[in-house]
């Protein structure tokens, strides 16, 4: 699988996903009606009944591989998805971190007057209350 490059990409890959997996449910009765009508030929002993076999061992496996490699792309683009959540939380905490650090630092050099402790109560109440 191409990683996607934003989540923004996952989530239509998803999208596309979903709409593929409900056409594949909707035409899952096909299958079973196909087993069904194979069955009924084998019991009536139909003269061709290996071949009815073979045709339905191919359709079930065929049906069986298709629904195994959904399987894995489903899981690959939840994957993919929670790759994805992680960046943006990485970039979302480094942005914070980094704001903190700006604030810490230009509160550093304030004086002990009546001035740099009114700015350091405006900056801890931002640093602490407001942001949080």
């Excluded at 030929?41 to 195994?68: C, D, F, G, T, Y």
């Excluded at 980094?98 to 304030?110: F, G, P, S, V, W």
């Amino acid at each position: 699988m191409v990683p996607a490059k934003d989540i923004e990409d996952v989530e239509i890959l998803k999208h596309r996903y979903d709409g593929f997996e409900k056409e594949m449910n909707s035409n899952a009765s096909r299958v079973a009606v196909v087993n069904q009508l194979a069955r009924q030929l084998l019991h009536v002993e139909h003269p061709n009944s290996e071949e009815i076999v073979s045709r339905q061992n191919q359709l079930n496996a065929k049906w069986s591989e298709l629904r195994e490699k959904a399987e894995a792309k489903r899981d690959e683009l939840n994957s993919a998805h929670g790759l994805q959540t992680f960046h943006i939380e990485c970039r979302e905490t480094v942005a914070w971190i980094e704001d903190k650090t700006r604030i810490l630092e230009e509160t550093a050099t304030l004086e002990m007057d009546l001035t740099g402790i009114m700015t350091l109560q405006v900056e801890f109440i931002r640093f602490y209350i407001i942001e949080d």
